[in-house]
């Protein structure tokens, strides 16, 4: 799957831009806040219909203006398919594809699998258990669209739960009944993980290995059930033994809602022992390993998005994460942006030698001007 052009009307920063892609690598140089990151927001949201910073739709809007769009055109699977989002103020946030709405976003999520390291993934290791659920979640729900759906209606169940414990609800029928629509989708959803995790771990060991010589990086699975994870009836029994303490806190404490992921370095927590740098290979090599992933399971190859990645390695790391995206035969389209002409000027060498096409364009205060 390629990009082949995006057009972007009041998008964040950008007033207006239009850009046509090479198929295989395409970089963006600017300083910082000069709307690099923005474009690649914009192509995030094209994949999962909301901005990959956090912020509601209605900052998605430049200031002063009362909409925004972007709309892109996708060679996918030997056919040309365009896909358009239209945000306005209070109202649905629109999305086509090949000019017809969706009902459902979630439908949409993984059609056009991509995935983005940015320097926000150094959150993966140091953030909060819901950074590395959300990893694993992006993941199995762009390749399985059961997942989401179980995902959805866990949390919608386990949502009803809390009202009713925040009501001091004594009706021991109601909570059984929420307690087994959260373990029959809640059991799905810890499969899922297990597996997603099993699988990746030695794709992403080999990726780390690319990069670092000498360091042992590992990955587990960390479920909040830690007996039985994954068998039918665990989260009901759990959820049912720990009634009258949820009641109490006013809140479900236990369940998938609580699981985490266990990344270590030379069996220490990365967050604890790593240097940025370290850091900074373990996430690249975490996106690298999600990206074979999809790419296997879909069938087709996801676009990747390398936002700032080379800040805070050493020039061997750089190096050898350039060879590893120069690697025609492991990745497709790849938009990359940097402060370093240098960096740059290194990764479109190093693919060129391939054969591979690219562009480079400047970003100055949202405005794109290709070379």
Known sequence: MILK???LTNFKNIASASLEFSPKINCFLGNNGMGKSNLLDALYLLSFCKSFTGVTDSQLIRRGEDFAMASGRYGRRGLDEDLAAAIRPGRRKS?????KEYKRLADHIGAFPLVLLSPADMELTAGEPSERRRFVDQIASQSDPRYLDALVRYGDAMEQRNRLLRAESEDSALYEA???????AGTYVCRCRAACIEALEPVFRRYYAGIADG???ALAYAPSLRENAGQPGAIADKLAASR?????LGYTASGPHRDDIEMTLDGAPVRRIAS???TKTYTSALRFAQYELLRRDLGISPLLLLDD?????DARRVERIIATVADSASFGQIFITDTNRRHLDETVREISGTGAPSRLWT????IFTQL
Do not use: C, H, T
Not at 95 to 99: C, H, I, Y
Not at 309 to 313: C, V, W
């Open 309 to 313: 990645i080379f800040d805070k390695l």
């Open 5 to 7: 052009s995006l057009s």
């Open 363 to 366: 970003v100055e205060n949202g």
């Open 178 to 184: 929420l307690e087994l629509q959260m373990d029959a």
């Open 95 to 99: 999305f086509k594809r090949s000019g």
């Open 244 to 248: 009258k303490r949820d009641l109490i």
């Open 276 to 278: 940025q740098g370290q």
């Open 215 to 217: 360091e042992l990086p």
